[in-house]
Structures are given as C-alpha cells and as structure tokens.
C-alpha cells in the first residue's frame, strides 16, 4: 500500500507559491492569471500526488472532451514521470484513464458529453476533486452540474478546482466568485472559497526568452490578462453580431457548406472553419473550428476528410506546396486569393452577417470574445486587428471571400 512506500519529495520541484496548496482543502479552490505561471503544472502535481497517498479520485474536465489529450492529461502524464512515479501508474494510451496501484483513479471527461460524464465512476470510493481547467470556456450551468458529483461517502474533503486565465471582467466566475476579491493582493480566503493569482514571475522554470516575450507585450489587453494576471476589459473587440446555439439538428439538413483552412504547424494551430450558409438570411451557421498542432499535411489531411469529405476548401495561399500537399493526399483545397486591405474588407463583410457557433466549438468562441482593434497610447482605436486570436477567424474569411465579391474585387482580396 502507499502507506508502506516512503515517498521523498523535494520542494525544489515546486514554484514557491503553490507549495501551501498542497494541503488546501477549502471547497472551491480557483487558481488563475497571467501566461506561463505554472498553475497547470503544480495541480497535476498534487492530483498525482493525492491518488499515490490513496483515498482521492480526481475527475479532470474541460469544457470540449477533445481537448483533453493534449493538456491535462499530457500534464499529468509528466508530473508522474518527473516525480518518478511511473512504476506505480497504469496510464495506458487507449483508454484517457490513470490508475495507481493503490486503486485510486484520475478520470477525464468533456462538458461536451453530459450523460458520458453523468455516468462516470471510479473503481474504488467516490470522486472526491474535480479539476476543471480553461475554466472560462465553461458556462455557469457546466459547473453548477459538476457539483453533484461531488457527493457520497468519503472521509476526505471535497473540492472543485478551476484554473484559468482570466479574460473578461464580465465573465460568471468573476460575478461568482470574486465578490470579495482584492485586486491589490493575490491571494482570498474564507470558509468556502480559496483564490491564488499567480504569474510568470512566480514561475522559477522559465526560459528567458519566455519572459521577455511576456514582458515586451505592445498590447495593454493581453499584457494585463497574459502578462500581469489581471481580468481583462475588452472595449474595442471586433465581432459582437454572434451567438451560440445547439446546431445538432441543422448539421444534419445543411447543404451549403463553406470550409476555410489557416495554416499552422507549432504552437500557432491549424485551424478549420466548418461552416454552413444562409444566404436570405444572411447567417454563418459554424459546426467545426477544430485545431492541430504539430500536424505535417499528410495527418492534417487524414483529420480534414471525416469531417469535409470531398467538399472543396479554400485554405491560406501563402502556402502553395501545403495546399498541393493536402490535394495529393485527396483534400479538394484551393488557395485564397491575394490583394490589398483582405483583413479589413473580409472584418467588414462578416460583421454584417449573424453568426452562431454551435456550443461545442470553443475555439471560434473563444476568438470571437478576443479578436479586437489595436489601440493607441491614449486608448483610441485604430483600424487594424490585434494578429492574435485569429486562427479561426482567418479561415472564416477565407471560406467566404467567393461571397465576399472577391471576383469583382480583383487585386484587391487576400493577404
């Protein structure tokens, strides 16, 4: 049993701030703030290290199942290996479920799922810590429903744990949860609730040229938000004509599909633009915004055709060989076409449709809550977007620019 096991850890492998945190036990823990502040890294530290004492399952969600793979899991995968406890986890690659030997689990699920993650159960015990990360991707009602499950027996305390960066001042967790929040200070605490805002500066393990790109941030949004941990005000975001809405049922009627690609390959994504049109109405109706990392053309092909088959898609010319690429492994791509002013007249033709986003695709949430106009010292808004944000958005444009007029518009489209 782990009892018998003599576990030495040293506090070295900590960033100093979370060290406290390792036996917190208040019921609603939030730990938030700016980029590369180690958060993630330190709760999959402590999930590991609380199933290896035995008595705690963890349930680890996000908003899109998805997701999981390639965040929490992948950390957590690395907190075991780092605290050289991977003789005594069975993590294996099928099935997104860790058992230690002691029999406790770490568990996985996406809000995306409901009935999938009602029905979710440890082997042994209750589940006694939910983990939810990119929390501000979840609506009130996902965290209203993970509550319930933090019930049953068990003679250890229970907690739902939310880690994120904090974007919008508006957001519900804000309104919930911040009540009594000191913005001067980093840490709350009362008999219910436990806030840690950290940064990169509380984070030893960073590389130097990861804290000057934190530091040399132009815009004062993402510098407050990424940067210093604060909760962002966005007054000159660029799309406010979108909604979102449970599109199962029209997926399975649309006819007029427009698909856009963004290239990408390392930490900037590829994205896809899914999307079905109605032209009278003047509606985008958005069914995929899905994200690859690290895909050479050959796996990206292979991950577009379940979900385009032969429909045509019109993808970033500035890469002529990964379109010819995608062609060659049986993706129908086409390159956008190059111009002046692409960016602002393609803004300006999408702000003049409705656009709803099925509640599943999290990615074109998140975009169209951050895209936003640059701003001068003095707060002004200039005529150009913020390049951020905008993997999604770009190959919206680009899954348009034939109903753009782009024809009429020759020399004049595409960047």
Not at 53 to 66: S, T
Not at 106 to 121: A, C, H, P, R
Not at 346 to 366: E, H
Not at 387 to 407: C, P, S, T
Request: net charge positive; glycine share 6%; aromatic share 12%.
């Amino acid at each position: 049993m782990a009892g018998k096991i003599r576990l030495k850890i040293s506090k070295k492998i900590f960033n100093a701030a979370y060290i406290p945190f390792l036996q917190c036990f208040t019921r609603i823990q939030i730990f938030f703030g700016g980029s590369s502040s180690g958060k993630s890294v330190f709760l999959a530290q402590r999930c590991v290290l609380d199933i290896f004492k035995g008595g705690r399952n963890y349930l680890c969600v996000r908003k899109v199942g998805k997701t999981l793979r390639n965040s929490v899991y992948n950390e957590i995968l690395k907190a075991i290996d780092s605290l050289k406890l991977s003789s005594y986890f069975n993590t294996p690659k099928s099935d997104m479920t860790i058992t230690c030997f002691n029999g406790y689990q770490i568990l996985f699920g996406g809000l995306d799922d409901v009935e999938k993650l009602k029905s979710i159960t440890p082997q042994q015990g209750v589940i006694t810590d939910i983990w939810v990360e990119e929390a501000t991707e979840t609506d009130y009602a996902d965290v209203k429903q993970l509550r319930k499950r933090l019930r049953g027996k068990s003679i250890h305390k229970k907690r739902l744990t939310l880690s994120f960066n904090p974007i919008l001042q508006s957001h519900w967790i804000y309104n919930e949860y911040f009540s009594n929040w000191d913005d001067s200070k980093n840490f709350y605490q009362d008999d219910y609730v436990s806030i840690l805002r950290t940064t990169y500066k509380d984070n030893k393990f960073l590389m130097q040229d990861d804290i000057d790109d934190l530091e040399n941030e132009p815009d004062q949004y993402y510098k407050d938000v990424y940067t210093h941990g604060k909760w962002g005000i966005l007054g000159s975001v660029i799309f406010k004509n979108w909604r979102t809405e449970d599109l199962t049922q029209l997926k399975t009627i649309a006819d007029k599909f427009k698909n856009g690609l963004d290239f990408g390959y390392g930490e900037d994504p590829a994205a896809l633009a899914h999307t079905h049109f109605d032209r009278k109405r003047k509606t985008i109706y958005v069914f995929d915004d899905s994200y690859w990392k690290h895909y050479t053309n050959d796996i990206l092909a292979s991950s577009l055709k379940p979900i385009i088959g032969n429909m045509l898609i019109t993808a970033d010319s500035s890469e002529p060989k990964s379109i010819q690429e995608l062609n060659n492994h049986g993706i129908r791509a086409i390159g956008a076409k190059k111009g002046k002013d692409s960016v602002n007249f393609g803004i300006q033709w999408l702000q003049q449709q409705t656009i709803v986003v099925d509640i599943r695709c999290q990615n074109a949430k998140n975009e169209l809550q951050q895209y936003k106009w640059k701003e001068d010292r003095s707060g002004n808004v200039l005529p150009e977007p913020v390049d951020k944000n905008n993997h999604f958005i770009d190959a919206l444009r680009y899954a348009y620019e034939d109903e753009m007029g782009v024809g009429q518009r020759a020399g004049t489209w595409g960047r």
